[in-house]
């Protein structure tokens, strides 16, 4: 029962009282909203990517940029260089799809596989978009890494991970009405996230802002979306609840 107060998805059906039309008619404002928030995120990256390609050696946050990273590298020590190497790879391309792939198999064998796809499609078209600009934008990295990095600083995949995914696994976990702290839980790991990858100065304080703007974007959108298969999939038993329940069926016969 303390799961249930809680709000989190224990995956057993339970009966709600309908809503009325006053409630549908916000909850579709709301989910509308989502999309067009989503939208213009997306939009205002791609802008900001055509700024940043237009003048690769002087874009007009150069400044900010070098001003933030002179500013981390005097934060930096052994002990938390350490810890944020091991973060990085953890949020980093490997670590995301290992732990996704990982959760999503658990999804599947519980029969959630509609939140297994929300959870998997947050992953998998945050790379894409991440590869897709930095192909396009090809800024160079800041000086001396501390960590091996891939092609292109512009935007943070890092970032585009731990929003995108955090986002997507709050929303399937949580139930409507309980995700304030979770969501609170998720915009922390990615401004830490940022502090991350610009400490390892593995990207430029403006490639974060980048990958904000694309986590949150395709994050709404995704939200959107599934919203509603989710939704089903919350008002489903789990798949291992039920055959375990048979059993117990068959033996209350005799």
Not at 49 to 57: C, I, P, S
Not at 63 to 71: E, I, Q, R
Not at 122 to 133: M, R
Request: hydrophobic share 50%; glycine share 10%.
């Amino acid at each position: 029962m303390q799961e249930r107060e809680r709000g989190i998805d224990i995956g057993e059906g339970e009966e709600t009282q309908p809503a009325t039309v006053d409630q549908q008619d916000g909850a579709a404002r709301r989910h509308l909203g989502m999309l067009v928030a989503g939208i213009l995120l997306l939009a205002c990256a791609a802008a900001f990517a055509g700024v940043m390609r237009a003048d690769l050696h002087d874009p007009p946050v150069a400044g900010l940029d070098h001003a933030w990273l002179s500013w981390v590298a005097t934060t930096r020590n052994g002990a938390l260089t350490d810890l944020f190497k091991v973060l990085s790879v953890i949020g980093g391309p490997v670590g995301a799809t290992i732990i996704v792939a990982v959760l999503c198999a658990v999804l599947l064998v519980v029969g959630r596989w509609r939140t297994a796809l929300y959870i998997a499609l947050a992953e998998a078209s945050g790379s894409a978009c991440s590869q897709l600009v930095k192909h396009a934008v090809l800024r160079h990295r800041p000086p001396h890494p501390l960590v091996t990095a891939d092609l292109g600083s512009f935007p943070s995949g890092h970032v585009i991970t731990t929003l995108g995914v955090g986002l997507s696994i709050s929303v399937a976990f949580t139930r409507p009405g309980h995700r304030r702290y979770p969501l609170a839980a998720v915009a922390a790991a990615a401004a830490l996230m940022t502090f991350v990858r610009t400490y390892l100065a593995a990207h430029w304080l403006s490639d974060t802002v980048e990958g904000l703007l694309i986590g949150a974007g395709l994050g709404l959108i995704l939200w959107w979306i599934f919203d509603p298969l989710l939704d089903h999939d919350r008002g489903r038993p789990l798949r291992l609840a039920r055959r375990l329940s048979q059993p117990r069926r068959l033996l209350s016969h005799y």
